[in-house]
């Protein structure tokens, strides 16, 4: 009788036993999976696409890190019931609105004149995340433009009052304080708005919709257009950041 009860203890123990463990050996694998995922390396490593000049960017000053503050709470106001075009956080296509976008030049056969887009860790508005680096270079003895395309899907602005961004120049190796936004529709109408005064700090730009002027619908966006361009850049060759493209009310 003691025996027989002393063998169901220890087979009730051993079952208790072989059932914490194992629950613990999931444990481990969900948490090794969690710390080091072999996709997301891959990602890191085609994120690591920016110039080793810049990353030196990274350990700038603390007093940027209280101006990106203060521009961040003003951002967070201003985008009160916003819609997200892009914040290049993912660090990867599509845009918030599942959107194709990139870079374009006027000619690339003319080696001579470029424009050259990358998600940008180092330089960014936020705490994390990414923002879109543009080195352009419209120096070149033929016609040049070019810059940085990204698709709105037929997005419908048509509630909305503003296109909001945030844009830096660099202080380094220079940029134009003057740039082209361009909005497209899905009935061909583009409006064309000049950006002036960008500066090497993040500033929030605000256009109104309507400075859009020839932009009779607003209910289906098909593309936002950036273009640097030779005749008016006051500065031929260099980088801008975007980042926090929204519409707002
Ligand atoms: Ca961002
Ligand atoms: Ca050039």
Same mark, same amino acid.
């Given at each position: 009788m003691n025996l027989k009860y002393l063998f169901v203890v220890l087979s009730l123990s051993c079952l208790l036993m072989i059932s914490s463990c194992s629950g613990n050996n999931d444990q481990e694998t969900?948490?090794?999976?969690? #710390?080091?995922?072999?996709? *997301?390396?891959?990602?890191?490593?085609?994120?690591?696409v920016i110039p080793e000049e810049n990353k030196k960017?990274?350990?700038?000053? !603390?007093?940027? *890190?209280?101006?990106?503050?203060?521009?961040?709470?003003d951002k967070n106001k201003?985008?009160?019931?916003?819609?997200?075009?892009?914040?290049?956080?993912?660090?990867?296509?599509?845009?918030?609105?599942?959107?194709?976008?990139?870079?374009?030049?006027f000619m690339p056969n003319d080696f001579s004149q470029s424009c050259l887009e990358a998600y940008d860790p180092g330089m960014k508005m936020g705490d994390s995340g990414f923002?879109?680096?543009?080195?352009?270079?419209?120096? #070149?003895?033929?016609? !040049?433009?070019?810059?940085?395309?990204t698709k709105l899907n037929n997005f419908d602005a048509s509630h909305f009052s503003k296109l909001i961004f945030?844009?830096?120049?660099? *202080?380094?190796?220079?940029?134009t304080d003057v740039f082209k936004?361009?909005?497209?529709?899905?009935?061909?109408?583009?409006?064309?708005?000049?950006?002036?005064?960008? #500066?090497?700090e993040w500033q929030m730009i605000s256009i109104s919709l309507s400075d859009f002027a020839v932009i009779n619908d607003f209910s289906d966006l098909v593309e936002l257009i950036f273009v640097f361009e030779d005749r008016?850049?006051?500065?031929?060759?260099?980088?801008?950041?975007?980042?926090?493209?929204?519409?707002?009310e």
């Open positions: 969900i948490i090794l999976e969690e #710390s080091n995922p072999p996709h *997301q390396v891959a990602d890191e490593l085609d994120k690591n960017k990274k350990s700038d000053s !603390a007093n940027r *890190q209280v101006a990106l503050d203060i521009v961040k709470l201003d985008l009160e019931g916003g819609i997200c075009v892009d914040d290049f956080n993912s660090g990867s296509k599509p845009n918030c609105l599942g959107g194709d976008l990139g870079a374009f030049d923002s879109m680096r543009l080195d352009y270079d419209v120096d #070149s003895t033929n016609p !040049a433009f070019n810059g940085f395309w945030w844009v830096k120049g660099d *202080q380094e190796y220079g940029f936004v361009e909005l497209k529709n899905a009935s061909g109408e583009t409006g064309k708005y000049y950006i002036h005064n960008v #500066s090497a008016i850049a006051s500065n031929k060759e260099g980088t801008i950041w975007v980042d926090d493209i929204f519409f707002v």
